[in-house]
């Protein structure tokens, strides 16, 4: 009975960061309408500029998210200015194979520098103890930074003029455009926030597990089933819907072993599409 609600409590600190991940594929998405497949390479660079300010700069990892997420705002600018703007408004198929192709370079020079071997941020907390079972300390801190990330996110879009521009292009770019948005610079900020977000929560799975440039693959994959529990472009259901995931994920751990995890997963992904194609936290918002 502990070991369940000991993986319970550790698979919902874990859900807050998947959480985290997933509102960066939801923001791009349900502003600009682009499946962004660059998605797990902005998390695996999350990783790797953590790995950098700790290992090599001797930063506090925390401290570290600043640049982290301002870096990643830059990125993700420039991304969209040379990949995405050309194909807004174009077929699916452009914008998924213009995000493919630069998810390859960025895997490519990645692997390049870093080649696939694990890398590892050398950095623990006291945790809280618990009937023999210890949630480290690490695991605590990234969750509620990665709640307190999404909060910051809403405030933006819901309390600044650049935040409700973007929710206004996402609304009707039409209307936006017509009441004097400019649409093109909105649509930038929401490309380079969705990919901040993504860095961020790259950098805070760092403090927690092992990594290579690979392993932003498998998150990105846990993004897009969290964004289905969420809804397609809803953030605060993505956060949701991360916390349900590690709750499943927390739930079955006890009982089955590792490998079954992503069947499970992904079964739920296509139930929840079959049954609930809004999303779990949209149903009734759409007809």
Do not use: C
Request: aromatic letters at 12%.
């Amino acid at each position: 009975m502990y070991d369940l609600v000991a993986s319970l409590a550790s698979g919902v600190l874990v859900g807050a960061i998947y959480g985290l991940a997933a509102i960066g594929l939801s923001l791009i998405f349900g502003v600009m309408k682009v499946i962004n497949l660059t998605h797990g390479a902005m998390i695996a660079l999350g990783m790797f500029a953590l790995y950098f300010f700790v290992s090599v700069l001797g930063f506090n990892p925390y401290v570290s998210l600043l640049p982290i997420v301002a870096g990643g705002f830059v990125v993700g600018v420039m991304v969209y200015w040379i990949a995405v703007n050309r194909v807004i408004g174009s077929s699916d198929l452009m914008s998924l194979l213009a995000t493919f192709a630069m998810n390859m370079i960025i895997i490519g020079v990645g692997t390049a520098l870093w080649t696939t071997s694990p890398y590892n941020v050398d950095f623990s907390l006291p945790g809280i103890s618990w009937h023999g079972y210890t949630i480290p300390g690490t695991q605590i801190v990234a969750a509620a930074l990665a709640i307190v990330i999404a909060g910051l996110l809403y405030v933006f879009l819901y309390h600044t003029r650049t935040g409700k521009a973007v929710r206004a292009v996402a609304s009707n770019r039409q209307a936006a455009e017509l009441m004097g948005i400019p649409t093109r610079r909105i649509l930038a900020i929401a490309f380079g926030l969705g990919i901040a977000v993504a860095g961020a929560a790259g950098a805070l799975i760092a403090t927690l597990f092992p990594f290579t440039i690979l392993s932003g693959g498998s998150y990105e994959l846990k993004s897009f089933v969290v964004t289905v529990l969420g809804g397609l472009g809803n953030p605060a259901g993505a956060l949701a819907g991360g916390i349900l995931l590690g709750l499943i994920e927390g739930g079955v751990a006890p009982f089955v072993d590792v490998s079954w995890t992503p069947v499970i997963e992904f079964s739920l992904f296509v139930l929840i599409l079959i049954a609930f194609p809004a999303g779990l936290f949209r149903i009734g918002k759409n007809h």
